[in-house]
C-alpha cells in the first residue's frame, strides 16, 4: 500500500506544463549578432564611377573676341581697298552715325583694329585682357572694356558736334573716320593696375600714361589721344568697385573618414583717317 500511494504522489508532483520554446533563433535578430554567411565574401560597395574631365577654356571672353578680331583683319587684308574703306566708314562712330545709329556703330567700330593683327594694341589687347579676366571673370572683364570703348568715344565725339554746332569746325568733322579697340584696351589698362601690387601698379600706370602723353604731345592726332587718356583714367575709375568684388571661396577640405566605419552617401584705337 505505502508503494502504490508513493507512486501516486509522484506521478502527481510531476510537470505537466509543456517544455520551453527555442529561442537561439532569436538572436539573430539583434543588430550587429548575426555574422557573414560562412563560404560567401561580404558584399562589397560597388565601385563609383571615375569622374570624367571637363575642360574648360580659361578666358573665353579675351579668346572669342580676339578670334572675331582675327577674322576681321584677315578680312581687311585680302579684300578690295574700296571695300574695306566702306566698312570702316559704315562701323565709323563719327557724329553722324552717334545720332542716327549709336548702338550700332559703338558695336561695329570696336569689331576692327586699326593697323590689323601687327598693331601694338593686338598684343596689348592679348596680354591685359587675359590677366584681367583671369582676375575678375569674363562678364567683368566685357564691362571694363565696354566702359572704356563707349565712355571715351563719347568724350571725344560730342565736343565735335558741338563745335560743328556752334561754327568752330567745318562740317566734314561730323564724317571723321573713327573705329578701333585701342579705347577699350586703354581703360582694361587702368582697372587692371588697381588690382596689381604696389611696385607693379605705379610702373605699368607711369610707363602706359608716358607713352600716351608723348603721343598727345606730337599732336598728330589729339582727338585720338586725348581719347586715350580719358580711356584710361576711366579703367582707374574703376578701381572701387573692382576691390569691392567677392573672392573666390577657398576649397573645402576632404571630410576624412574613420577605416572602422562605411561612409554611404544620401540620395537627394581712334585716328582722323585710319581709325584707332
Do not use: C
Request: zero cysteines; glycine letters at 10%.
Amino acid at each position: 500500500m505505502e508503494r502504490k500511494e508513493r507512486r501516486t504522489v509522484e506521478r502527481t508532483a510531476a510537470p505537466t506544463s509543456p517544455p520551453l520554446p527555442d529561442v537561439r533563433g532569436l538572436l539573430d535578430g539583434i543588430p550587429g549578432q548575426r555574422p557573414p554567411p560562412r563560404g560567401r565574401p561580404p558584399a562589397e560597395p560597388p565601385a563609383e564611377a571615375a569622374p570624367r574631365r571637363r575642360y574648360r577654356v580659361p578666358v573665353p571672353f579675351t579668346l572669342s573676341y580676339a578670334a572675331v578680331l582675327a577674322g576681321t583683319s584677315f578680312l581687311t587684308a585680302h579684300v578690295g581697298p574700296s571695300l574695306v574703306h566702306a566698312l570702316h566708314q559704315g562701323s565709323s562712330t563719327d557724329v553722324a552715325h552717334l545720332v542716327r545709329t549709336p548702338v550700332l556703330v559703338l558695336v561695329a567700330s570696336a569689331l576692327w583694329v586699326a593697323g590689323g593683327l601687327a598693331s601694338p594694341f593686338t598684343l596689348g589687347f592679348l596680354a591685359v585682357l587675359t590677366t584681367l579676366e583671369r582676375r575678375i571673370g569674363g562678364v567683368r572683364t566685357a564691362v571694363v572694356f565696354l566702359f572704356g570703348h563707349v565712355l571715351a568715344t563719347l568724350a571725344t565725339e560730342v565736343p565735335v558736334g558741338l563745335a560743328v554746332l556752334v561754327g568752330r569746325l567745318p562740317e566734314s568733322s561730323l564724317h571723321r573716320l573713327d573705329y578701333g579697340i585701342s579705347f577699350g584696351v586703354a581703360a582694361s589698362v587702368g582697372a587692371l593696375a588697381g588690382l596689381l601690387g604696389p611696385w607693379l601698379r605705379w610702373p605699368l600706370l607711369a610707363a602706359f600714361g608716358g607713352m600716351l602723353l608723348q603721343e598727345l604731345i606730337a599732336f598728330t592726332d589729339p582727338m585720338t589721344n586725348w581719347g586715350h587718356l580719358i580711356a584710361l583714367g576711366i579703367g582707374v575709375g574703376t578701381w572701387p568697385w573692382l576691390r569691392r568684388l567677392p573672392r573666390s571661396r577657398p576649397l573645402r577640405p576632404a571630410p576624412t573618414v574613420s577605416p572602422a566605419l562605411t561612409v554611404i552617401p544620401a540620395a537627394d584705337g581712334h585716328s582722323g583717317h585710319s581709325g584707332r
